[in-house]
């Protein structure tokens, strides 16, 4: 083995974070594994990664060059006991529980803009599985198995949108991704520039490539030529103005996306937790849904709803209700 040295990582933006020092196998190793048959490759059936360090990961505030995102830097600030103990008590549970055809080492809880006037532990706070390979990053999550039993995946509608009209006090009706006059037909374009306004904290002049090429791909038609984002935002905007209001302070508090997951990763906590204390469920999520057992679906749905509303109703005391669903469509 050699020892390598530890050092700053620059990017675009300066150091974006420091890498640790560690051990390394050198050729002779590599050459020894070979001899004796053993693929390095594979050795993760050999050695299980543990659970991640850190529980609670806070970074600074994002950069952007032209479409490119370069992640804040990590911060170095007191997390708060109860933030810890919440992830702890929930990797603990899990630990005594099995995922099958997905990967899950332990999560982390991952707050952003920790460099920001006014941070409290108010931004971000989803909850992360450590791991580039972490079942959060399949798209065929359904396949999975929990306890050898088939998942369902509780999914919350329009998250972002129903938190940014309670905040408001205002509210909305229908599905707010059909717009007239553009209709059904436009919905997936106006669901990705209401996406990709919130997360600019304007609307967006043009599409990014990555819309671009994730329309194309599923529908085979260039996004620009069927659905130019002029048009989809003059009608979008004209439906929804509150997305205008993006970054404007609100009873002294500006909101923008990092403020909205932070209340939407409030509901999701809330939910596993409760789901573990009560009913003794496990719930492993995905940004705005839980995985759960099949049969603990309906009740993960009850759950997640009134957390989900407990979190509107610190702003507004007639939010619109979210709208959740339950994949497969055929889950009892």
Known sequence: MRHVEGYPRLGAFGVERYVSPKLCATRDLLQLCEECGIDVRAFEKHFTRGPPKDL???RGAAKYNEERKFKGKVLRVDVPAQLRDEVHELNTFLESHTLEHGTHRGFFRGYNNGDVEGFAFNKGGRLYSAGEDSYQNLTDRLTMKI???PVAEVDVRASYLTILYAIHQC????DPYVVTPLGLPARDAVKMFIAAT???GAPRKRWSRKQAKAFQEKTGIPLQERWPIATIARWTLERHPILLTLN???NGRVVDWSHLMWVESEAIVK?????????KIPSY????????PKSKATRAKKQLEAHYYGELLEYYSQPTAPRLRILPEDTP
């Open 56 to 58: 609670v990961v806070v």
């Open 147 to 149: 306890d050898g039993e």
């Open 171 to 174: 509210n909305f009706e229908g």
């Open 198 to 200: 919130i997360g600019n």
């Open 248 to 250: 404007q302070p609100i």
């Open 271 to 279: 939910t596993m937790l409760d789901l573990k204390r009560a009913y």
């Open 285 to 292: 999520p995905v940004h705005d849904s839980l995985i759960v």
